[in-house]
């Protein structure tokens, strides 16, 4: 099979799959490049409340095709934080579902998404020291935000792998589900997720991403939304709340 990025979308939840068994998912040049166009169109898609990103065949993604990396190393780095940065923006939630090596690149994307949820026996590595790369200044950032100074130094220094009870002790995942669970934990959270006002997390997600300018356009958009007053009524009624206000709808 070549190599590609493949997705669907189902009850309000795009997945999307890295797929490159010849190379545990390794993300290709070209793959690279088809995922901020695949995130944007996604993004827009008013049926899609959430994202999930995951790998083929039993691991998540084992970082970038090293053949990649012999032309032109600055451009395929390049071209790995323009994904990952991509992702990051997404507006919506997003969450990685992590089983087997979450490498190198694969360890980029994870770190982009809002949350990342973890099967017993994945392998988490950092690894630019192995090859002589700078790794860049805003995945650096991004890294140290979610497990702090040390252990970004400790992965970033050794390119050593660490096992998901590790990460999850680091804060570099959010959960870790025994061998089998992982899927059935993961469509349960979406649903969580696709439930929720969409208000809610959007704001809050600019907010904890540290966004300082936009305070006065979230206070407009609640009082626009409408979604707090049908939550308190639904909550007061006992029933499921009907929320309204969307990502792609904003004022």
């Given at each position: 099979?070549?190599?590609?990025?493949?997705?669907?979308?189902?009850?309000?939840?795009?997945?999307?799959?890295?797929?490159?068994?010849?190379?545990?998912?390794?993300?290709?040049?070209?793959?690279?490049?088809?995922?901020?166009?695949?995130?944007?169109?996604?993004?827009?898609?008013?049926?899609?409340?959430?994202?999930?990103?995951?790998?083929?065949?039993?691991?998540?993604?084992?970082?970038?095709?090293?053949?990649?990396?012999?032309?032109?190393?600055?451009?395929?780095?390049?071209?790995?934080?323009?994904?990952?940065?991509?992702?990051?923006?997404f507006p919506k939630p997003t969450l990685a579902a992590v089983?087997?090596?979450?490498?190198?690149?694969?360890?980029?994307?994870?770190?982009?998404?809002?949350?990342?949820?973890?099967?017993?026996?994945?392998?988490?590595?950092?690894?630019?020291a192995k090859l002589g790369i700078v790794y860049p200044a805003?995945?650096?950032?991004?890294?140290?935000?979610?497990?702090?100074?040390?252990?970004?130094?400790?992965?970033?220094?050794?390119?050593?792998?660490?096992?998901?009870?590790?990460?999850?002790?680091?804060?570099?995942?959010?959960?870790?589900?025994?061998?089998?669970?992982?899927?059935?934990?993961?469509?349960?959270?979406?649903?969580?997720?696709?439930?929720?006002?969409?208000?809610?997390?959007?704001?809050?997600?600019?907010?904890?991403?540290?966004?300082?300018?936009?305070?006065?356009?979230?206070?407009?958009?609640?009082?626009?939304?409408?979604?707090?007053?049908?939550?308190?009524a639904a909550f007061l009624e006992r029933r499921t709340p009907?929320?309204?206000?969307?990502?792609?709808?904003?004022?």
């Open positions: 099979m070549e190599p590609q990025l493949s997705h669907d979308v189902r009850d309000a939840v795009a997945t999307v799959v890295v797929r490159h068994p010849a190379k545990r998912n390794a993300m290709t040049a070209a793959m690279w490049r088809a995922l901020p166009p695949l995130l944007e169109r996604l993004a827009a898609d008013p049926g899609v409340r959430a994202l999930v990103l995951t790998g083929a065949d039993g691991t998540f993604c084992a970082g970038a095709d090293i053949s990649t990396l012999r032309g032109s190393p600055q451009e395929a780095q390049r071209l790995a934080v323009h994904a990952e940065e991509a992702l990051a923006a089983r087997g090596h979450c490498v190198g690149g694969g360890a980029q994307l994870a770190a982009a998404c809002d949350l990342r949820f973890a099967e017993a026996g994945a392998l988490f590595g950092v690894t630019p805003s995945s650096t950032r991004r890294l140290v935000s979610l497990v702090g100074p040390a252990t970004a130094k400790y992965l970033l220094f050794s390119g050593e792998l660490i096992d998901a009870e590790r990460a999850l002790r680091t804060g570099l995942v959010d959960e870790v589900l025994p061998e089998g669970e992982l899927d059935k934990r993961v469509a349960e959270f979406a649903r969580i997720l696709v439930a929720r006002s969409q208000l809610t997390q959007a704001a809050a997600k600019e907010f904890a991403d540290g966004r300082t300018d936009r305070d006065a356009h979230w206070s407009r958009q609640a009082g626009l939304s409408g979604d707090t007053e049908e939550g308190v009907r929320f309204t206000w969307s990502v792609t709808g904003e004022a």
